[in-house]
């Protein structure tokens, strides 16, 4: 999968898992795979934070501050395209 190809999180479980069968079948070089996972670990960090806002959203019933909602979990697009994939 190329990088131009990623529009949602589920493509990015996709690259990881590409990387990881490249990588054991000497397909690609190691400091390119250390590089992949560097920015997956980033992308992660980031969807946690996300998943912690909504969590305390939900725990405090919207009373602290508006989060916003947990939608389309494996759908967000990871660019600011126009269009949501359903």
């Known amino acids: 999968m190329e990088a131009n190809q990623l529009v949602t999180f589920g493509d990015a479980r996709r690259m990881i898992l590409d990387t ?4 054991r079948d000497d397909k690609m070089d190691v400091s390119r795979g ?15 934070v996300e998943i912690n806002a909504a969590k305390m959203a939900l ?6 501050h508006n989060f916003g909602r947990v939608v389309g979990m494996g759908q967000r697009l990871l660019a600011n395209s126009g269009e949501q994939v359903a």
């Open 59 to 64: 725990a405090t019933e919207g009373k602290a």
């Open 34 to 48: 250390m590089a992949i996972a560097a920015n997956m670990k980033v992308l992660n960090d980031s969807v946690q």
């Open 20 to 23: 990881i069968v490249a990588l």
